[in-house]
């Protein structure tokens, strides 16, 4: 698998496919996860959580659209968004940014990671729901319309 291996300075050095693998990684590690736990995650977390929010207020605002299956969707989206937004806490904040104060070393241990998983739990149970619903749907359809 490794093509070649040299011997230098700082120990054995691995060259796969012509890229150079030093040994110390902090400094790509360093710009790695800034970019990604710093950048990326909360990116994504905040415009999915913005998406899930317009997602409720189409199916909330729109009558014909009530039925249980949109109702089920609604919860949904409401765990998922949830998790996402107490994963990037934990994930940014708190942890690439150590962001650390007396408020979130309290709250931590007794909201946000309980409810981390808790959301995390109930979103899979919601999506288990859903299928259920659908399997009666499909199964009954006269009665369950």
Not at 29 to 50: H, N, Q, R, T, V
Request: contains cysteine; glycine residues 2%; aromatic residues 16%.
């Amino acid at each position: 698998m490794w093509q070649n291996k040299t011997e230098n300075e700082f120990g054995p050095r691995y060259d796969y496919m012509d890229i150079d693998c030093p040994p110390n990684y902090v400094e790509f590690e360093d710009k790695y996860y800034f970019w990604m736990d710093g950048i990326a995650l909360p990116s994504a977390a905040i415009l999915g959580s913005l998406m899930n929010f317009c997602a409720i207020c189409v199916i909330l605002n729109n009558k014909s659209k009530h039925n249980v299956f949109n109702f089920l969707l609604i919860s949904v989206l409401v765990f998922e968004s949830t998790y996402i937004l107490t994963a990037m806490v934990n994930q940014s904040f708190l942890m690439h940014f150590n962001m650390v104060n007396i408020f979130s070393a309290l709250v931590y241990p007794y909201v946000t990671h309980p409810l981390k998983h808790i959301s995390f739990s109930a979103s899979i149970f919601m999506t288990m729901a859903i299928s259920y619903e659908r399997k009666l749907a499909v199964e009954t359809p006269i009665q369950h319309h």
